[in-house]
């Protein structure tokens, strides 16, 4: 079975979103890896484009982590960011950089296994080549992303690591319930990075290997953050790790998402059907009426 997600070319057109969806499809259709949720086939008639993906039936990290009867564990915590991380050094061997990891865009398979989706802002790279645009969704934003914004700096462009630094703050949000720095879409590049100067403060009971894995991942300088798996498998948290039986999902997580019912809030999928202005089940009709009114 397969997941389908269908986009209106004349909405995607009216908010200038239509070069996004043709990068996100383009690279999506050069990639193949256990930790994404991986794109098959995409296609498209008159009104909309169509992608077909993995079908992911354990819900978002976030749907999760809201959920007021959920915990993570760090021995959960760690095998997410190992996972993550394969699909993060998967991506970096492509030269591209995801740029919105984030607990919205981590789908769980039935089992709990962390896969990575969402590439609409996704960039690739030439060699020697380095990003420059501010993207991403602030409260997971590298600081060098923040200061190629700010003249000041002098930071002329920003790499791989940004990714890694978001993967940080994912994992600490995930243990915690919330995120370690009050960034929220309002702050301001320059008030972001003044926050990002203040101290992180780790709850006592945090083991010292995860201590030491966040703040490996959470280091402010990107020459000295943890960013690419070689490094990640050097952290005391994850030198135990067998990494291809994670590759090849034989760590069995300690967290399963429910199976008795849908793992997303029904609210929210009320709402999204309630303003669609052109839902699937009546395209055949409205097309049908178009071609007519074209040969009239």
């Not at 009104?47 to 978002?60: K, N, P, Y």
């Not at 919205?104 to 802002?121: K, P, Q």
């Not at 380095?130 to 190629?148: D, Q, V």
Request: glycine share 4%; with cysteine; aromatic share 8%.
């Amino acid at each position: 079975m397969y997941a389908m997600k269908y986009v209106h070319k004349n909405e995607c057109a009216e908010r200038g979103a239509l070069k996004n969806v043709a990068r996100e499809v383009e690279i999506l259709s050069k990639l193949e890896h256990p930790c994404l949720v991986n794109l098959w086939f995409s296609f498209q008639d008159e009104e909309d484009l169509f992608m077909v993906s993995d079908l992911l039936l354990g819900g978002d990290l976030r749907y999760h982590i809201q959920q007021e009867q959920v915990a993570f564990g760090e021995e959960s915590v760690v095998l997410f960011v190992a996972e993550i991380a394969l699909a993060l050094d998967y991506l970096q061997t492509n030269r591209i950089i995801h740029r919105d990891i984030k607990p919205d865009n981590i789908l769980l398979d039935e089992e709990g296994h962390a896969h990575v989706t969402d590439f609409n802002i996704a960039t690739v790279l030439e060699d020697g080549q380095l990003a420059t645009s501010m993207s991403g969704t602030k409260p997971y934003i590298a600081p060098e992303i923040y200061m190629c914004s700010c003249e000041e700096y002098g930071v002329l462009g920003y790499g791989f690591a940004v990714d890694w630094w978001s993967l940080g703050i994912l994992a600490w949000e995930t243990l915690a319930m919330e995120r370690p720095y009050p960034l929220h879409s309002t702050t301001s590049n320059r008030e972001a990075l003044r926050i990002l100067q203040d101290e992180r403060s780790m709850p006592s009971h945090w083991s010292p290997s995860i201590r030491d894995l966040l703040d490996r991942l959470l280091t402010l300088a990107p020459s000295a953050r943890v960013s690419c798996l070689k490094e990640l498998k050097q952290v005391s948290a994850m030198r135990d790790l067998d990494f291809d039986k994670v590759l090849n999902k034989q760590i069995k997580p300690r967290f399963t998402p429910p199976k008795d019912h849908l793992n997303c809030d029904p609210t929210f999928e009320l709402e999204e059907m309630i303003i669609e202005t052109k839902p699937l089940h009546k395209k055949k009709k409205r097309l049908a009426k178009q071609r007519s009114v074209a040969f009239t």
